[in-house]
């Protein structure tokens, strides 16, 4: 089982389409072992976005990530990290293959709609920034 990092953007809050995506990676049977809505603030940004902190796009990016709430989760299942990346599709929501999330619902490079870590590096670093080990939950299916 792999655990990976996933973000539902200020855009995907603001469009009422939390609820759309959130049924996808339930009805794909993966596991949401936490989730929490926050306010992303610049050092968060900064953090998570260390490795585009540099580039031109930058600033647009911390802008946009902290303009509203956020929904964080960690999910959970078999090769999880590339799945969920699957389900996302390209970045850039024009690129997006029809099927995925952000092909089906965003038009635009930045507003994306969604986060996924793209590793597993990268997911256990952003899982430490924004959940404590004790607000992951098991995940014990009773039916
Ligand atoms: P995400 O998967 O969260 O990872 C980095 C984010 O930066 C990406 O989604 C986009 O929202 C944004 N991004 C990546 N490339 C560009 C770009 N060239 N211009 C603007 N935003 C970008």
């Given at each position: 089982m792999q655990r990976t990092l996933v973000l539902l953007k200020p855009d995907a809050v603001q469009r009422r389409l939390m609820g759309e995506i959130i049924s996808r990676f339930e009805k794909k049977g993966l596991n949401i072992i936490a989730m929490k809505m926050l306010q992303v603030t610049p050092t968060l940004a900064k953090e998570h976005y260390a490795e585009h902190v540099?580039?031109?796009?930058y600033p647009g990016l911390e802008s946009f990530i902290i303009s509203a709430p956020i929904v964080a989760m960690a999910i959970e299942g078999l090769e999880a990290i590339r799945v969920v990346r699957e389900m996302l599709g390209a970045t850039n929501g024009l690129n997006a293959a029809a099927g995925t999330i952000r092909g089906d619902f965003s038009s635009s490079r930045q507003m994306n709609l969604v986060h996924a870590s793209d590793g597993e590096e990268a997911a256990a670093r952003e899982l430490a920034l924004y959940f404590n080990e004790d607000e992951i939950c098991a995940y014990n299916p009773v039916l």
């Open positions: 540099e580039k031109p796009f």
